[in-house]
């Protein structure tokens, strides 16, 4: 019974990513480009002029999404991502317990060296 749980368990997580992180993005994507085309672009005449299909209008969004959104990421990468990291190391409990181990041994070595 316990195989079949963890295995279902598993299972239940790779789902999930699966969704999550791959399909999920490409289908929210699909859907910002199937709405924003049929609300704004089929309703402003001069935006209709210059993307009269829909395919025309995702190679643009295309061309213009993947360099904005990989521009962010790499912002985010290089100024945001060491502080989120942060933040979830210190809500670990395995973390915080080697933090007070570490300040529990740094303070011994401090002890020893000014008495030595």
């Known amino acids: 019974m316990k195989k079949i749980t963890i295995w279902l368990r598993r299972r239940w997580m790779e789902f999930r990513w699966g969704h999550g992180v ?3 993005f490409f ?3 699909i859907n910002f480009l199937l709405i924003t ?3 704004l672009i089929e309703n402003v005449p001069s935006l209709n002029q210059w993307f009269p ?3 025309l209008y995702a190679i643009f969004m295309l ?3 993947i360099p ?3 521009t962010i990421g790499h912002i985010h990468r290089k100024k945001q991502l060491k502080i989120d990291q942060t933040l979830i190391a210190e809500q670990n409990p395995y973390f915080a317990e080697i933090l007070r181990r570490l300040d529990k041994i740094e303070k011994i070595l401090k ?3 000014s008495d030595g």
Request: hydrophobic share 50%; aromatic share 20%.
């Open 53 to 55: 299909k829909l395919r």
């Open 111 to 113: 002890e020893e060296k």
């Open 37 to 39: 085309y049929r609300l």
């Open 22 to 24: 791959y399909l999920a």
């Open 63 to 65: 061309a213009i999404y």
């Open 27 to 29: 289908l929210s994507f």
């Open 68 to 70: 904005l959104t990989v």
